[in-house]
């Protein structure tokens, strides 16, 4: 018998690749329904060869049974529905912020921590697009060597913020007196510091989400992180610079076989020949990219490295797949 799965905000950019990529990695769906508000309910679409007919999200429905209910239609839908789904005894694999900080609540990158999903039903966060590729990235090097301190500064493609920043985007590159509305300044030919609303502490909400759930996620809150959030004039792909202390002294040589066989990575670090990971070559694609990986010149248990990845795939919508499949791997 095949899996009964929802998607909640179909429509959307991460709820579109949600149902590509469950058709992508040969997921067993028996039942696909999709789920929208009333602007894009009767909307229609085909799911391996079945042509699915997006349905109006009301609490009834969400009161049915699933094996798993994929959302990704922001904190406000996932706060109201979610709870309701998890009380029917569903499980929910949320795509936004609402519930990732929540205790008792796990935060899941499978590759880092898919113990925390063994004997639990509920609902499952899906972390922060950023933290998930940093995790995938830093997870096995902190297992080996203990991080004692994370610097990352990001630079976020656009099509974080949804289809109307990619339009903007768009309409800038064309046009030099296209408005910014999704912005506060021009995104063509810029980059702007600020994601999403700054806290007190001058931090944005965006920086801060990275400190608190990487603790969470490697379930040590003694680390220093210090983030900042970055959005450029790219499409797709987010990447990141990160330096790192360390416990011990880390071998170059060493650190690059770490993650050459850790789940999920990819090194391309060449210098000499001008590779290293960019975000068109990593587009489309569900690996986290590495590279630019070498020793700080004045502390010698720090270094630096370069991180990309797909922010749609890896960073939401393949995360909340592979969390699907690490559960139905534990249940064979």
């Known amino acids: 018998?095949?899996?009964?799965?929802?998607?909640?905000?179909?429509?959307?950019?991460?709820?579109?690749?949600?149902?590509?990529?469950?058709?992508?990695?040969?997921?067993?769906?028996?039942?696909?329904?999709?789920?929208?508000?009333?602007?894009?309910?009767?909307?229609?679409f085909d799911f391996n060869g079945k042509e699915i007919t997006v349905e109006l999200l009301t609490?009834?429905?969400?009161?049915?049974?699933?094996?798993?209910?994929?959302?990704?239609?922001?904190?406000?839908?996932?706060?109201?529905?979610?709870?309701?789904?998890?009380?029917?005894?569903?499980?929910?694999?949320?795509?936004?912020?609402?519930?990732?900080?929540?205790?008792?609540?796990?935060?899941?990158?499978?590759?880092?921590?898919?113990?925390?999903?063994?004997?639990?039903?509920?609902?499952?966060?899906?972390?922060?697009?950023?933290?998930?590729?940093?995790?995938?990235?830093?997870?096995?090097?902190?297992?080996?060597?203990?991080?004692?301190?994370?610097?990352?500064?990001?630079?976020?493609?656009?099509?974080?913020?949804?289809?109307?920043?990619i339009v903007e985007l768009e309409g800038q590159m064309k046009d030099e007196s296209y408005p910014n509305k999704v912005y506060p300044r021009r995104i063509a030919a810029n980059c702007i510091p600020h994601i999403d609303v700054f806290n007190d502490n001058g931090f944005t909400k965006e920086e801060l989400k990275m400190v608190y759930e990487t603790h969470k996620i490697l379930e040590d809150s003694n680390i220093e992180v210090n983030a900042t959030t970055v959005r450029i004039p790219v499409f797709y792909g987010h990447s990141e610079s990160i330096y790192l202390e360390f416990k011990e002294e880390p071998d170059v040589k060493e650190v690059k076989e770490i993650l050459a066989n850790a789940p999920g990575v990819v090194v391309v670090d060449n210098p000499e020949q001008n590779e290293y990971p960019t975000p068109l070559e990593v587009a489309n694609t569900d690996d986290t990219y590495v590279g630019r990986i070498r020793k700080d010149l004045f502390n010698a248990k720090a270094l630096s490295l370069w991180v990309v990845a797909d922010n749609l795939r890896k960073g939401a919508a393949t995360n909340a797949v592979q969390i699907v499949e690490a559960m139905e791997n534990m249940n064979k």
Not at 8 to 13: D, F, Q, S
Not at 31 to 38: I, N, Y
Not at 85 to 102: F, L, P
Request: with cysteine.
């Open 59 to 165: 609490e009834e429905v969400m009161k049915e049974k699933f094996d798993y209910l994929l959302f990704s239609a922001g904190g406000g839908v996932s706060e109201k529905f979610a709870p309701i789904a998890a009380e029917a005894g569903n499980i929910v694999v949320d795509n936004s912020s609402q519930w990732r900080m929540t205790e008792g609540i796990p935060l899941v990158v499978p590759e880092v921590n898919a113990h925390a999903l063994e004997g639990y039903k509920g609902i499952i966060a899906n972390p922060n697009c950023s933290t998930i590729q940093m995790m995938v990235a830093l997870a096995p090097l902190h297992k080996r060597y203990g991080i004692n301190k994370i610097v990352v500064s990001t630079y976020q493609a656009v099509s974080g913020s949804g289809h109307k920043a």
């Open 1 to 44: 018998m095949g899996l009964s799965i929802g998607v909640v905000g179909a429509t959307g950019a991460v709820g579109r690749k949600m149902v590509e990529i469950l058709k992508e990695r040969n997921i067993p769906v028996d039942s696909l329904r999709a789920f929208a508000s009333e602007r894009s309910a009767g909307e229609k």
